[in-house]
Structure formats: C-alpha cells, structure tokens
C-alpha cells in the first residue's frame, strides 16, 4: 500500500538541476498546483519565471492576484512568459533553451514554471510525438543543470486514466511516458476524486509522488477549494467522542 505523507517538500522537494513532470487530466488542479509551488518557492526569496503557454499571462496574472492578493513579495518574484514573448505562432524548446541558458538574471534557485509540454513545438521535425517530447525533456535537463535551476514542466494525461476503476493516474498514462519517466527527477500527479464522484472526498486533492530519483514516493493530502482553485495545507477533522 502506498504510504501517506504530511508534506510535499518534505517528501519530495525541489532541488537545483530538478527536472519534475507534473501531470493530471484536465480540471485535476495542475496549474493551481503549479503556482502554490511557485508561491513556496518565493515565500524562500527566490525568483519564479512562469511559462504560460495555455492562457494569456495578464489572464494568468489576475488570476495569482486573485489567490495571492495580498502577497506583494510573491507577485515581485514572479515573472510570466506566453507565446507572444517568442517569434512565430508557437514557443519551440529550442526557444525556451535560448532564451534562459544566455540569460545572466536568471540566478541559481530560480523555478521555472512551464505550462505545459504538449504545447511547445520544434523548429526541427521529428516523426512522431515521443521523439519530440524526448528531445524537449533532454533539452530542459540540460538547461537545469548548466543554470543550476528547477525546471517543472506540467504534461497532459492520456483517456486512459478515464476508463480505469479509481481513476488512478499511473506513468504509462503520461503522453510519450518513455521520454518523461526516463528524463525526469521526478514524476508527480494531481489527482481529484470529487470531480468523477462529487460525493467521494469532496475538497480533497491528491498529490500523487510517482517517481523520486533520489528520494522517498508517496501520496500528500492537500484541500482544494474548487471556488477558487486553490491548493491549501491539509488539515484532516478530529473528531472527539
């Protein structure tokens, strides 16, 4: 039976030179989690770069202004990044890497947010998905490693996850999961039973540890308010009798 943890950074953490894959299905919580890391991370005074290639960064920065309003430190760390910030229709991997591995203000401890994978392309071609999402994963351990950054990348989920009893997500359900689980860290994975059962721990979201290179696996409990996408500590009810 997989063990139950009280933490996140505890149990798994973000170290410089981290490539960390965080994966859920769609409504799951994957950018909202995205950015409760980015606020621990600021919270410890270091910088955030948030790689928004899903939505707008003045959408995604009213939307941290709406979970983090009074948070002046948090909101001076963070800088967001879209499509429009790179030539062409689309950021390529090749851009990202240009853009950060030359760039002298990104500092040792920055995270970067990239949101999320199966929206970056290539400016080469390759022949199919897997081959591309390897060179990108590639691509993005280097960049950690010579920027002595974390780098979370957050992936799309296969249908499979839907049509499994429990809906447990698993590292084959990752789209191209042999480029991801061979180059990754880490693996991580949000997983909300209330959104297929409103009855089945509604408010609770799971935070599922796949893959620790160097470390322990596990689940961490957190609370989701749904209202406001947002991830909080999760402190169970005792009940006294």
């Known amino acids: 039976m997989e063990e139950e943890h009280e933490d996140f950074m505890r149990l798994c953490g973000m170290e410089n030179g981290d490539l960390i ?53 948090f909101l001076k760390r963070i800088s967001l990044v879209d499509r429009k910030h790179f030539d062409g229709d689309f950021a390529t991997f090749e851009d990202i890497y240009n853009m950060s591995i030359d760039n002298e203000s990104i500092e040792a401890g920055t995270l970067i947010i990239i949101d999320y994978a199966q929206m970056i ?20 351990k280097n960049m950690a490693l010579k920027k002595d950054i974390i780098i979370v990348v957050l992936s799309q989920l296969s249908r499979a996850v ?41 408010g609770l979201a799971e935070v599922i540890v796949s893959k620790n290179r160097f470390g322990a696996t596990g689940t961490v409990n957190y609370a989701f308010v749904k209202e406001k996408s947002v991830f909080y500590p999760y402190e169970p009810i005792e009940y006294k009798y």
């Not at 392309?121 to 993005?140: A, D, I, R």
């Open 162 to 202: 839907e049509e499994r009893q429990g809906h447990r997500p698993i590292m084959k359900d990752l789209r191209s999961s042999g480029a991801f689980e061979e180059v990754a860290d880490k693996v991580v994975f949000i997983m909300r039973r209330e959104y297929y059962d409103p009855n089945d721990k509604p």
């Open 21 to 73: 894959v965080l994966g859920g299905r769609p409504a799951m919580g994957k950018t909202s989690f995205a950015l409760y890391l980015s606020y621990l991370h600021a919270q410890m005074g270091h910088d955030v770069i948030y790689m928004t290639f899903s939505e707008s960064k003045y959408r995604m920065a009213e939307r941290m202004e709406k979970v983090y309003p009074e948070d002046a430190e």
């Open 121 to 140: 392309g290539s400016s080469n071609t390759f022949e199919n998905e897997h081959l591309l999402m390897n060179e990108l994963m590639n691509s993005l």
